[in-house]
């Protein structure tokens, strides 16, 4: 409605008003009425706060990005945004990076009053990177042998193969032959070790006896005998030191290690 | 200790070999031995402390040396000379009264005091200690107390001078025992010293140590195993065996600049346990060159080596006899590990040992007759006793009887001792006793030490 308008209709409804009254008889005037108390001269009451606006944008965010809030408080002494940013100015804008989803609360103070606002950043986990490409196809070649080829066993003070020891060098040595094949770069060490018993001395040429038995064994069944070192320990590295047959027996041995 | 000599005489050679023979024992350490006393000296002033070193020290080194019977302390007499001024001749006697000896006036100390029972003594060792500017001076003598008179009874007399401490007190000691030793054509021991593997750091290592097991220290540090250690007759060379390189094989080092010495190793799986020739101009040593570890001869720098055994079996140990012409080793040509032996050029082998057991680790007496090695023979497999074997005869005795494993037996210089490897007392240790197997003594007890030589 155009001001103009506005002062017509008020011009108009003062005539008829006045239209009105001149047609009827005046009566008495009704009494005053009792003069209205004396109104005390309180200041106005001290506004509250007003908290105009506090949002976040966007109020969904994937961890790592960030949110704006924004504020704007009037009739405050002081305004607080809780967690992160503390006492800030009555108008304003920051950015925040919160990790976890997170409810900010705006608390305005002022001589009225406080006056309190929440705006929340809702974070979402971003989506797992692609699992890693599977590992090339390099073995473990400690690991390989270990897994792969088993000690060859020998009878006390000699060593020749025995049948069990013949089975277990004729597995060893198809497992021998890939291994060495996988990994053209490494030669394996065949050790000769020795039980307790025998002096020191003479294991340690028993120990040379076994070791070269058992390399000459598997080159004769195709395993690249140049690759074998062997290396007699005697009793020098017992694998099992109690004092008892099926302890020397496990010394008795035959073991396949990596290479120098 | 009384041992009875076997009857031997007149049987047949061939029934005498192989049977246990008290007598070699005797050949090393017996005959008659003369008793000797060794009161406690003592000592003036600022030696005074150190009297009580000095007098173990003293005791313990006549007493191993096996040479002498010692008179025992609680028979002595209570007057205990110090030097030759205190001894009294006594007087003529005066008068003999009717029916009794005439009996000599006694004036004090006198040389029958010991000569007589209770002590009984043929010997006397007595004197003093005090110091004289910062020195510790013993004075000591030794009398034999058969003599009529004092002049006659010195056999030695002599002022030994040391610093004023306990090492001090253990140096004239030594000395003076050594002087005694001497005397009765004895040799000391005091500049010998024991070569031995020890696991103590962690690796086993070559160290040395004195006779009594003092000052140990460790010769090598290659951080990986070595074994079987041999030195030169001279005492200038030690050679071993060690995995430095890896794959077993011989090192040399001087053992007067403590530098390793050229050794060419052969192209061999495994070269080990050393040995010098007497004239320390050739090494002998096992190499696995041709398969089978067999025995060599060449330069000790490992040049010009030859091949003298050949079989289809370990040998090893080669040990050459103390004026050359023999080698002792050990081969399982027969079956188990036993004893041979054979000229340098590995012709005439013969196996010293019966078959028995296992027979390994041979040692020859400085005298070239007698070995001493460990055998297995009448125990379980693996416990080694310590024996001795006339190599003429091949008559043995027995040293050790079933205290642990008893290995690696190698003689003193002085043909009397015997250092050994032994767990009786728990981990292998390095242990010395008299040939005949008393005076047992152990020299080692940090972690665990084996392969023992006694060089000069």
């Known amino acids: ?81 809780d967690p992160a940013l503390g006492v800030v100015q009555s108008n304003g804008n920051r950015t925040v990076f919160p990790s976890n989803t997170t409810q900010y609360t705006l608390t305005a103070r002022g001589p009225g009053g406080d006056a309190t606002a929440t705006a929340s950043v809702n974070v979402t986990a971003p989506p797992p990177p692609p699992p890693p490409p599977p590992p090339p196809v390099t ?25 069990d020891a013949r089975s277990t060098l004729s597995r060893n040595a198809d497992s021998l032959k890939a291994i060495l094949r996988d990994f053209p770069q490494k030669t394996i060490t065949v050790e000769g070790h020795c039980d307790e018993r025998g002096s020191a001395e003479y294991n340690l040429g028993l120990g040379d006896r076994r070791s070269t038995a058992a390399k000459e064994f598997l080159g004769q069944l195709g395993v690249p005998a140049d690759r074998l070192k062997p290396v007699s320990y005697g009793k020098e590295r017992p694998q099992c030191t109690e004092t008892n047959e099926t302890c020397w027996q496990k010394n008795r041995r035959a073991h396949f290690a990596p290479g120098q | 200790m009384k041992r009875t000599i076997p009857c031997i005489l007149g049987a047949a050679a061939g029934l005498a070999a192989l049977l246990p023979a008290q007598d070699i024992i005797e050949k090393v350490v017996g005959g008659t031995r003369p008793v000797l006393a060794v009161p406690d000296f003592r000592g003036a002033g600022e030696a005074a402390p150190h009297m009580s070193v000095f007098n173990a020290t003293l005791y313990a080194d006549l007493d191993n040396s096996g040479l002498f019977k010692m008179a025992a302390k609680s028979m002595f007499p209570l007057e205990v000379p110090q030097r030759p001024e205190d001894f009294r001749p006594p007087l003529a006697p005066l008068t003999a009264k009717k029916g009794a000896a005439a009996q000599p006036v006694r004036q004090g100390p006198w040389l029958t005091d010991w000569s007589q029972p209770p002590v009984g003594a043929s010997h006397l060792a007595f004197g003093y200690a005090a110091t004289q500017g910062d020195q510790l001076v013993l004075s000591g003598w030794l009398y034999d107390v058969s003599q009529p008179n004092v002049s006659s009874a010195q056999l030695i007399g002599k002022r030994y001078l040391g610093p004023v401490s306990a ?290």
């Not at chain 2, 001090?168 to 005694?180: C, L, P, Q, S, Y």
């Not at chain 2, 019966?354 to 007496?365: M, R, V």
């Open chain 1, 1 to 81: 409605m155009s001001s103009k308008r506005k002062s017509a209709a008020v011009l108009m409804s003062i005539f008829l008003v006045l239209f009105a009254a001149g047609c009827k008889k005046k009566p008495a005037p009704p009494p005053p009425p009792p003069p209205a108390p004396k109104p005390v001269e309180a200041p106005p009451p001290p506004k509250r706060p007003t908290i105009n606006q506090f949002s976040a944008e966007p109020s969904s965010i994937e961890r790592g990005q960030s949110a704006t809030l924004r504020w704007s408080v009037s009739d405050a002494t002081e305004v607080r945004i």
């Open chain 1, 139 to 163: 073995r473990d070649f400690t690991r390989e042998l270990e897994t792969r080829v088993q000690d060859a066993y020998f009878d006390y003070d000699k060593s020749d193969i025995r049948d």
């Open chain 2, 167 to 456: 090492a001090g007190a253990k140096t004239v000691a030594h000395e003076f025992a050594a002087d005694i030793i001497k005397q009765f054509g004895g040799e000391t021991l005091l500049n010998s010293k024991i070569y031995f593997i020890s696991d103590r750091t962690g690796s086993k290592e070559v160290w040395s140590m004195d006779p009594d097991g003092s000052s140990q220290n460790q010769f090598t540090s290659y951080k990986s195993t070595c074994t079987t250690p041999a030195v030169s007759l001279d005492g200038t060379k030690i050679a071993f065996t060690t995995y430095a390189r890896g794959i077993p094989g011989i090192f040399i080092h001087s053992l007067e600049t403590g530098r390793r010495l050229p050794f060419v190793n052969p192209q061999a799986t495994i070269t080990y346990s050393p040995g010098f020739t007497p004239d320390g101009q050739k090494l002998l040593y096992s190499s696995s060159l041709s398969g089978y570890a067999q025995l060599y001869i060449g330069n000790p720098d490992g040049s010009q080596s030859q091949r003298i055994t050949q079989t289809r079996a370990v040998e090893t140990e080669p040990k050459v006899s103390p004026k050359g012409g023999s080698i002792v080793f050990v081969s399982g040509r027969s079956g188990t590990p036993q004893v041979y032996m054979m000229g340098m050029d590995g012709s005439s082998a013969e196996r010293l040992t019966s078959g028995e057991g296992d027979a390994t680790n041979p040692s020859w007496h400085p005298n070239g007759q007698l070995i001493a090695f460990a055998w297995s023979r009448g125990f379980e497999p693996g416990k080694f006793n310590v024996f001795l074997m006339d190599v003429a005869s091949r008559r043995y005795d027995q040293l050790t009887h079933g205290e642990g494993k008893n290995e690696n037996p190698v003689w003193a210089p002085d043909g009397r001792h015997i250092v050994f490897q032994s767990n009786r007392s728990g981990r292998s240790q390095i242990w010395t006793m008299l040939a005949d197997g008393t005076k047992v003594q152990q020299l080692t007890t940090q972690g665990s030490n084996t392969m023992p030589v006694w060089a000069k």
